[in-house]
């Protein structure tokens, strides 16, 4: 999820914890309580950080390492020993308890994302990604605000959010059976397919549908349960020619190809180099591909310049890789 729902997310789980009888009856553990929730809804996070080196580095490891099983038990003992240090009169054990709690928390709803977690390192490397809500959903957050509202104007919090969570139990459901409809209606349409990713938008009826056979690429758009197929492509296997085999080993190629798991590929034979160019499929937005992988060779296969992520213009990919002055 994105931050501000998990900022939300963690004053929820406070509000929710004055309903363990430890934390109403003692003003100290509850104080302590809510400044574990607020940082622990927060912590696997702080891999975004990584963006400040360069775009490779945080796609390859964001939602990886501090999503990772291990991580999961040790952010709550950190939270909790740092902040023990300013509430000495706090119950430990409730303060670790719902420390626990908010960081499991936040790992876990954001497996239901389209971009997903490395949740089950060091097992397995693989994305966990159920693709049912949003990265931001407006729901999900208005729901919480709105709960956080009432609290400050003297609801009970405790039930005010166990009321709050039971209606999105509900929703995260509904949203399961939803895509889940959906999936049913591509495979109708496109018996063979080999993969089929619907993937959600803030919309609550519009759905992203990105879909493999074994010599097409589908893409197309879902509303409410209307799917329409909009670009095909001939899925056409990486060759194993001196251009690509050195454009691979370009790091910002690298974390792409780790990442997406439905791609194309374009290669362009210029005057005086090679441009190869990666394209995700699962993010089509007004007929554009805006999430790729660029990598420009000179004719020895030294790589120039290359670039991945998000670009919503040629222009501005220009000017990432210097070929237009900035």
Do not use: C
Request: aromatic share 14%; glycine share 4%; net charge neutral.
């Amino acid at each position: 999820m994105d931050t501000g729902t998990h900022v939300v997310m963690g004053l929820a789980l406070g509000g929710l914890a004055t309903l363990d009888p430890v934390v109403a009856s003692d003003p100290a553990t509850a104080s302590s309580v809510l400044a574990a929730t607020i940082i622990g809804s927060q912590i696997p996070d702080i891999d975004t950080v990584l963006k400040l080196r360069n775009n490779a580095v945080y796609i390859r490891n964001h939602r990886g390492v501090t999503h990772s099983i291990p991580a999961v038990i040790l952010w709550p003992l950190l939270i909790t020993g740092l902040i023990f240090l300013f509430y000495q009169d706090a119950n430990i054990l409730h303060l670790w308890m719902w420390t626990q709690i908010a960081v499991f928390f936040h790992v876990f709803v954001d497996i239901f994302n389209a971009y997903g977690t490395q949740a089950l390192r060091p097992f397995s490397s693989k994305w966990v990604a159920l693709g049912i809500i949003n990265t931001f959903d407006p729901f999900i957050f208005g729901l919480h605000v709105a709960g956080l509202f009432l609290w400050a104007f003297g609801a009970d919090p405790g039930f005010t959010f166990l009321a709050v969570y039971a209606v999105l139990f509900s929703y995260y459901i509904n949203r399961y059976i939803y895509q889940q409809r959906l999936v049913k209606i591509v495979k109708d349409m496109i018996p063979d397919a080999t993969e089929i990713i619907v993937a959600p938008t803030m919309r609550y009826h519009q759905w992203r549908i990105a879909v493999m056979n074994r010599h097409q690429f589908f893409v197309g758009r879902a509303h409410r349960d209307e799917v329409n197929i909009l670009d095909q492509f001939d899925r056409v296997p990486v060759p194993e020619t001196p251009v690509l085999k050195a454009a691979r080993k370009d790091e910002n190629l690298s974390a792409f190809l780790s990442f997406s798991p439905v791609y194309r590929w374009e290669m362009d034979d210029h005057t005086d180099h090679y441009e190869v160019r990666f394209i995700d499929l699962r993010y089509r937005s007004n007929g554009h591909y805006p999430f790729v992988a660029v990598v420009n060779l000179d004719k020895d296969l030294k790589i120039i310049s290359s670039y991945t992520g998000w670009i919503y213009s040629e222009e501005k990919l220009r000017k990432k890789l210097n070929i237009l002055p900035s």
